[in-house]
């Protein structure tokens, strides 16, 4: 058997983002709040992140900014912001900004927060303080 050609294929699971090779990026509903992750496996020249957040009925504004911590990075934010009402939908994405100032997304990931009855008690609570 004679071996003329070799063809060999990979998956790559990594996104390339300026700076950033981006393993995965997920949000859920946690509790009363919206927890975000994402995993590096490359950081280079990498200036920061910034969380971006909207619902159906707005545009993405900037919620938070992390900076880099370096190659194969597992980062962790807490929306601790998201509003206070049951079944609201979020989209958050990764505005991955460089060094040199260029910009690029990530893909948007999209949560149903639920929160709590007690939460939602609280929440209406001082909501009827301020009327």
């Known amino acids: ?11 790559i699971i990594a996104t390339v983002y300026a700076g950033a090779y981006i393993e995965y990026f997920h ?11 994402w995993q590096t496996s490359e950081e280079t020249n990498l200036q920061k992140f910034v ?9 993405f504004t900037e919620i938070a900014s992390v900076s880099p911590k370096g190659n194969n990075s597992n980062y962790i934010f ?13 989209v958050y994405r990764l505005k991955i900004v460089d060094n040199n100032d260029q910009i690029t997304y990530s893909a948007d ?3 149903s927060h639920s929160i709590s009855s007690v939460a939602k008690r609280t929440w209406g609570s001082i909501k009827a303080m301020f009327r």
């Open 51 to 59: 969380i971006e957040r909207k619902t159906p009925q707005s545009s």
């Open 109 to 111: 990931v999209t949560v």
């Open 78 to 90: 807490t929306d601790q912001n998201a509003y206070k009402t049951n079944d609201m939908v979020f």
């Open 1 to 11: 058997m004679k071996l003329s050609t070799l063809i060999v294929s990979f998956l």
């Open 27 to 37: 949000a859920r509903s946690e509790s009363d709040n919206v927890r975000l992750e």
